[in-house]
């Protein structure tokens, strides 16, 4: 018996049946309420979902790329943002597996199992460009004393770890790890976003946070290297997200189409409402086809950054559109906030900011594209 | 306790196409979960070893791809797995099924409680475990909802058309599970690597005390003849009149005239 693959098809049968039955029946509701209702939470601690990807050494499932990126996206199509929060979570604890010292990995991976880990490097500043944050740590004798105001994180208020970049020197950016139980750790405000409303974003304000040195991830000045990295493991798991939803909008128009008649005939059987379902489907199977191909490269020890930076740019703007002609489909029913189709497209908009502008992605896959060939 | 399960292995209902030509369930490319019954018998037999001590081992008769459900039942918590794989169990109906399986539980042995689902969701007979307690002539007790293990006996809650028994029965026993003995609980996902520390043991044929004779399709009296979709019947409306008393006599003609209402004699 192959054991990845059969490890991999049971864990897809579980997220299944989870998401048939705990999450996509509460869709409209997490969306309503901005709060994972079901006890969604504490269910995703119980199943060890939350371990999915984490390594077996520090207690977790140790599923590759691959197979967690297929599980986002199998929950994605119940629901985004549940999708999401399992993402953060996922980018931080790569990061710490890749970059963290091992008194950092013997602390905190064992705890990822139940406490979730956020990434922050956004402040009021600004996002795209990380040299302009004012964050900052200096280091005072063996230890490292963080000041600073982080905003619009990913599980920022839910999650009790958090992975910060500050400037160690006026231009070098450096990581570290907090806990939301030390001294000078406080929670701010939260973000009133327009979609993905079942994340909490919000704001940690940090006052003379005392670490040791352990507390550094990577090196000094390793800032930007594991912030790219982040983004680059984010996006490989967006474009699982952005998959989800797309097949979600599937779902909606086809069950539609097929059952609502113009006079007698389904409107399925006509060729607007049919261009537009085949469109949405192309752009789905597409973006799916490059999260795989990214995380294929991540498995396999190559370059995944712009495969990654794609599946983000090009499926974001693509479930937004394929929103957009689902809620046509639909008609005046598509633009109801009792019907979920409204809520997929304000989901979707949030991949086309969050982990990197799609200009800042643009950018990179230009940059890329000119580099292979100099 | 000694506790052996049964689980089969079925398509994805929502995607379940028959071969015409042999009127079989067309498995290619369909992805297999565990019977859900199955899954609500296990979890039965999981509580009562938790409660009483003892070892759950799920069996399995079907192709090699069935090991992966066997491997969802080890992650789920049973103590091992016992898949019946052979060419010449293909074709079986469910006397030839079961045949195979309780000569399967024999080779166990020192078996006290064999636990199975009320019917498959793809064939749907409910006569496998029915047959497997004849053939061990051991005794049973069908659609099982709530069962409380002690060290020597069982008490069985079980709901009929017209009754609601509760029933004190020895062991050895054997007991079909309906879906409301208990809610499945989810595969475990660190569990899922730990499984593999557990053994799923192959028998074929040989590895069993068998007659021939009554094994896959020789052993199968049963042949489908045909087999297809009901047809769908167009609903249609029929719209009574505003006053409720004319309404009411409406209705009741209409329902006179298809048979549904008769007359008092
Ligand atoms: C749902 C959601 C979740 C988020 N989660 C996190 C998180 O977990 N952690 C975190 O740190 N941040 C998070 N963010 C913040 C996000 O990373 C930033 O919003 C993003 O980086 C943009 O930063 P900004 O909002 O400050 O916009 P700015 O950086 O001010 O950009 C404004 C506009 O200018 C363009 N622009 C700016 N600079 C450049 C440039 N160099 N090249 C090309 N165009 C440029 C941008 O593309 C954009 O259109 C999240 C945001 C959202 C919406
Ligand atoms: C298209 C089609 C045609 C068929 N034609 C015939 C036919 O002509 N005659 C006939 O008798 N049968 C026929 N069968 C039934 C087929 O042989 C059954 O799959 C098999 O015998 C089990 O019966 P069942 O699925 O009805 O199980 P059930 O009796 O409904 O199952 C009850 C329980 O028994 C256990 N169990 C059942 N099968 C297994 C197994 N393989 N391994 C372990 N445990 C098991 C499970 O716990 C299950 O919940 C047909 C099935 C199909 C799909």
């Known amino acids: 018996m192959d054991q990845n693959k059969t490890s991999k098809e049971i864990l897809l049968r579980m997220v299944k049946s989870f998401t048939e039955n705990e999450v996509a029946p509460f869709d409209m509701e997490i969306d309503h309420t901005r709060s994972y209702v079901n006890d969604l939470l504490n269910k995703i601690k119980e199943t060890d979902l939350l371990s999915t990807m984490l390594p077996k050494e520090y207690g977790g499932a140790g599923f590759d790329g691959s197979t967690t990126a297929e599980m986002i996206n199998e929950i994605a199509r119940g629901n985004a943002s549940l999708a999401v929060t399992l993402e953060g979570h996922f980018k931080s604890i790569d990061q710490i597996v890749k970059f963290g010292n091992q008194a950092l990995k013997d602390e905190y991976l064992p705890q990822a199992k139940s406490r979730i880990i956020a990434f922050s490097m956004t402040e009021p500043s600004g996002g795209s460009n990380p040299l302009g944050i004012n964050s900052h740590a200096k280091h005072v004798g063996d230890k490292w004393i963080i000041n600073g105001d982080k905003i619009m994180i990913t599980n920022g208020g839910l999650a009790e770890i958090y992975c910060v970049l500050v400037k160690t020197a006026p231009e070098e950016l450096s990581f570290f790890v907090v806990d939301k139980d030390m001294e000078g750790f406080e929670f701010g405000k939260q973000e009133n976003f327009l979609g993905l409303t079942g994340v909490p974003v919000g704001e940690i304000v940090m006052n003379n946070i005392e670490v040791d040195e352990s507390h550094l991830l990577g090196k000094v000045g390793m800032g930007k290297e594991i912030g790219d990295s982040a983004h680059n493991d984010a996006r490989v798991l967006m474009g699982a997200v952005l998959t989800g939803i797309m097949e979600h909008e599937l779902d909606i128009v086809t069950d539609y189409a097929t059952h609502r008649k113009a006079i007698d005939t389904p409107i399925i059987q006509m060729q607007g409402i049919q261009r537009k379902i085949a469109d949405i489907a192309i752009a789905k199977e597409t973006t799916k086809l490059l999260y795989q191909k990214a995380a294929w490269l991540k498995d396999n020890r190559q370059d995944y950054e712009e495969e990654a930076a794609m599946a983000k740019a090009y499926g974001s703007r693509s479930a937004v559109k394929s929103g957009d002609d689902a809620l046509q489909i639909l008609g005046g029913y598509g633009y109801s906030l009792d019907y979920p189709v409204e809520h997929l497209i304000r989901d979707a908009r949030a991949m086309e900011l969050a982990e990197g502008t799609v200009e800042k992605m643009r950018t990179e896959i230009a940059l890329i594209e000119a580099k292979n060939r100099a | ?265």
């Open chain 2, 1 to 265: 306790m000694k506790i052996v399960v049964g689980i089969k292995q079925v398509p994805e209902t929502t995607n379940v196409k028959i071969n015409e030509k042999t009127k079989n369930i067309d498995r290619r490319g369909l992805g297999g979960v565990i019977n859900s019954y199955d899954l609500h018998a296990l979890q039965a037999a999981l509580a009562i070893r938790n409660q009483v001590g003892g070892e759950v081992i799920t069996l399995s008769m079907g192709p090699d791809d069935f090991a992966v459900s066997l491997q969802e039942t080890l992650a789920l918590g049973a103590d091992k797995a016992v898949l019946l794989s052979d060419r010449a169990f293909a074709g079986a109906d469910t006397l030839a099924t079961a045949y195979v399986l309780s000569e399967a539980i024999k080779k166990v042995g020192q078996v006290d409680l064999v636990l199975v689902g009320q019917q498959s969701v793809d064939a749907d007979t409910g006569q496998v475990g029915p047959i497997i307690a004849e053939m061990l002539k051991v005794p049973q007790v069908t659609y099982a909802d709530k069962i409380d293990a002690f060290k020597d006996h069982l008490v069985i809650d079980r709901k009929l058309e017209n009754m609601e028994q509760t029933i004190t029965a020895k062991l050895p026993i054997l007991l079909t599970a309906t879906d409301k003995a208990n809610r499945p609980k989810y595969t475990n996902v660190v569990e899922i690597a730990k499984s593999f520390d557990k053994p799923i043991i192959t028998w074929h044929a040989g590895d069993l005390d068998l007659d021939e004779k009554r094994v896959g399709q020789a052993g199968s009296p049963t042949i489908v003849r045909s087999i297809s979709e009901p047809q769908k019947v167009a609903k249609k409306n029929h719209r009574l009149s505003n006053d409720p008393a004319t309404a009411a006599r409406e209705l009741v003609d209409i329902l006179k005239q298809k048979n549904i209402l008769t007359e008092d004699k």
